[in-house]
């Protein structure tokens, strides 16, 4: 927006087209608005998380062809999964343009990106 300062107010209906609200500056210019809806969403995502404990119990047995085991193994656990939505957010953005009494910019502003 800083390259309109200086501007002529043809250059920015050129590029911009016509605003969508026009008032007075007080001055004898106008101040020229032009707004945006805009909205962006994020998505939705589940996270799962597991907890538990295992546990191994057994005897090692040594003969003479080698050693063997004989034993078991327990586990006890849980698990859960929360979802979290997307999310949807909406703004509207605006960008203004002061046009003094000879159709040039003299100072801009926006809010919202």
Do not use: C
Request: charged letters at 10%.
């Amino acid at each position: 927006m800083k390259s309109y300062l200086g501007a002529h107010r043809n250059d920015v209906v050129a590029n911009w087209g016509a605003p969508q609200s026009v008032m007075s500056d007080g001055s004898g210019g106008e101040i020229w608005v032009y707004s945006q809806d805009r909205q962006m969403t994020t998505p939705g995502y589940s996270q799962t998380n597991s907890y538990g404990t295992a546990n191994t119990y057994g005897n090692a047995y040594a003969n003479p062809y080698g050693a063997t085991y004989q034993g078991n193994t327990s586990y006890n656990g849980s698990s859960y999964s929360t979802y979290t939505p997307a999310r949807t957010t909406s703004w509207t953005a605006s960008r203004t343009f002061f046009i003094n009494s000879s159709g040039t910019v003299y100072r801009y502003a926006w809010k919202g990106y």
